[in-house]
C-alpha cells in the first residue's frame, strides 16, 4: 500500500498566518490527490481535488500544489473558521489511503 | 440538496454481522459511484470500499476483504455494507460518501454522510 506521509501532525497560528500543510507519498501518484477539511462532530469536506483543483464553493484563501510525492496544502491567511484537521488521501492506487492528519488550531 | 443518510449502527460482539444503509437524496444516484469511509475513535480516516453505479464493480481495503460486502439498490436510491465477522479493530464512525469520478482520472468523496457508530465489543 502506498504510505501517506503528512506533517505536521498539528499546528497553532494566528489570524491572517499563512499556513502549510504537506503530505508526502511513498512512490509517485501523478495528481491523484484530494485534500478534506474536518471540523470536531462533522463529517469531512473536500477543499481541494487532482491536487490543485479547488473544489466549487470552498474559499480561496485554500489551495494545492503539488505533483508525484509531494504536496501541499495551503491556507493563505488563517481565519478562525479554519480551525479543524485536515487530510489527504491519494487515489492514484489500491487500497486508497489518507494521511494521518493535521489539526489546526488558532 | 445532496443529502446522505446512514443507519445501521450499534453495539455488536466480536464475530457478529451488523449491516450499514445508506439512503441518498438530490442527485441521480443510479450515475454515481458510492463509497463508505471510517474513523476509528480520536483517530484518523481509512477508506474500506466502493461501488460502480451499476454494482458490477466493488473494491475493498484489504483488512475487510472477504468479511465485507458492498452492495446498492438504485431503485431504493440506497448502498450497504453488510459486515460479517467483525472485530474489535472494526470499531469505527462508518461515513457513506458519493465518489465524484468525472473522467476517469480524479476521484474525490463528496459530500459525505454524518456517519454511523459501529462498536466492537463483548
Aim: hydrophobic share 35%; aromatic share 10%.
Amino acid at each position: 500500500a502506498i504510505q501517506m506521509t503528512q506533517s505536521p501532525s498539528s499546528l497553532s497560528a494566528s489570524v491572517g498566518d499563512r499556513v502549510t500543510i504537506t503530505c508526502r507519498t511513498s512512490q509517485g501518484i501523478r495528481n491523484d490527490l484530494s485534500w478534506y477539511q474536518q471540523k470536531p462532530g462533522k463529517a469531512p469536506k473536500v477543499l481541494i481535488y487532482g491536487a490543485t483543483t479547488l473544489q466549487t464553493g470552498v474559499s480561496s484563501r485554500f489551495s494545492g500544489s503539488g505533483t508525484g510525492t509531494d504536496f501541499t496544502l495551503t491556507i493563505s491567511s488563517l481565519q478562525p473558521e479554519d480551525s479543524a484537521t485536515y487530510y489527504c488521501l491519494q487515489d492514484n492506487t489500491y487500497p486508497w489511503t489518507f494521511g494521518q492528519g493535521t489539526k489546526v488550531e488558532i | 440538496d445532496v443529502q446522505l443518510v446512514e443507519s445501521g449502527g450499534a453495539l455488536v460482539q466480536p464475530g457478529g454481522s451488523l449491516r450499514l444503509s445508506c439512503v441518498a437524496s438530490g442527485f441521480i444516484f443510479s450515475d454515481i459511484w458510492m463509497g463508505w469511509v471510517r474513523q476509528t475513535p480520536g483517530k484518523g480516516l481509512e477508506w474500506v470500499a466502493h461501488i460502480s453505479p451499476a454494482g458490477t464493480k466493488k473494491y475493498y481495503v484489504d483488512s475487510v476483504e472477504g468479511r465485507f460486502t458492498i452492495s446498492r439498490d438504485n431503485a431504493k436510491n440506497s448502498v450497504s455494507l453488510q459486515m460479517n465477522s467483525l472485530r474489535v479493530e472494526d470499531t469505527a464512525v462508518y461515513y457513506c460518501a458519493r465518489l465524484i469520478v468525472p473522467d476517469g482520472t480524479h476521484n474525490w468523496f463528496d459530500p459525505w454522510g454524518r456517519g454511523t457508530l459501529v462498536t466492537v465489543s463483548s
